[in-house]
């Protein structure tokens, strides 16, 4: 596609559920990342999947939290047992090898745990 | 990757240019200058980006010291879409790497 594709745009679930969050990079990019960001927060790496290559997982705050790439294209991030203070916008973007152009985000999952 | 220091917060009038610095005294040789900024409710969006040399596209301009230790982005004619957070970061720009964004400065585009 023409962007970072995110769905859903908005999720709200109730603490305690699991959820799945669903990126669809830019076709042929490489990298793909997961950020997200609390209200009023900068931005805050979760985690980072380059082509076969092992992800870098150390952004992940807690076993709660995993990510799958299917295929070398899409991402799941799954939260586990959701808690309120997971509430944030998840934001996903995709780079192709020559990363010197820069990432493209998508718009992002508002999650909200109630 | 280096840390940078950005203001927390610029206003500008509409129609005039917005000159955002950012240091970055400990950046290395093979270390690029990146901006990013972020309009509310919306992903970050890359700007432009530069290893020693001034660089210009069309969106804005970027004016690096011959020391490297400091930057520039320049909104020649800033309208009230640029109001957003600009991110300044530093990072090589090869290698499989994550951005680290830090506080930014908040744009506000005055009419």
């Known amino acids: 596609g023409a962007g970072v594709s995110q769905s859903p745009s908005n999720k709200v679930t109730e603490k305690g559920k699991d959820v799945e969050l669903r990126c669809d990079p830019i076709?042929?990019?490489?990298?793909l990342y997961w950020y997200r960001q609390s209200l009023g927060q900068g931005l805050e790496f979760l985690i980072y999947f380059q082509g076969n290559s092992a992800p870098d997982k150390s952004g992940l705050p807690s076993d709660r939290f995993s990510a799958e790439r299917t295929g070398g294209s899409v991402s799941t991030l799954t939260i586990q047992r959701t808690q309120q203070e997971d509430s944030a916008v998840y934001l996903c973007?995709?780079?192709?090898?020559?990363?010197?152009?820069?990432?493209?985000f998508g718009s992002g999952t508002r999650l909200t745990v109630v | 990757d280096a840390k940078t220091t950005q203001p927390t917060s610029m206003d500008c009038a509409e129609g005039r240019a917005a000159n955002l610095p950012c240091n970055h005294s400990t950046i290395s040789g093979n270390e690029y200058v990146y901006w990013y900024r972020q309009i509310h409710s919306q992903g970050p969006q890359y700007i432009i980006h530069?290893?020693?040399n001034n660089e210009t596209n069309e969106m804005a301009s970027l004016i690096i010291t011959e020391d490297r230790k400091s930057s520039t982005l320049i909104l020649p004619h800033a309208t009230l879409r640029d109001t957003a957070v600009y991110y300044c970061?530093?990072?090589?720009?090869?290698?499989?790497?994550?951005?680290?964004f830090g506080q930014g400065t908040r744009l506000t585009i005055n009419p």
């Open positions: 973007a995709s780079s192709a090898r020559d990363r010197a152009r820069g990432y493209t």
């Open positions: 970061i530093v990072r090589v720009a090869e290698g499989a790497q994550k951005l680290v």
């Open positions: 530069g290893l020693k």
């Open positions: 076709s042929g990019h490489t990298a």
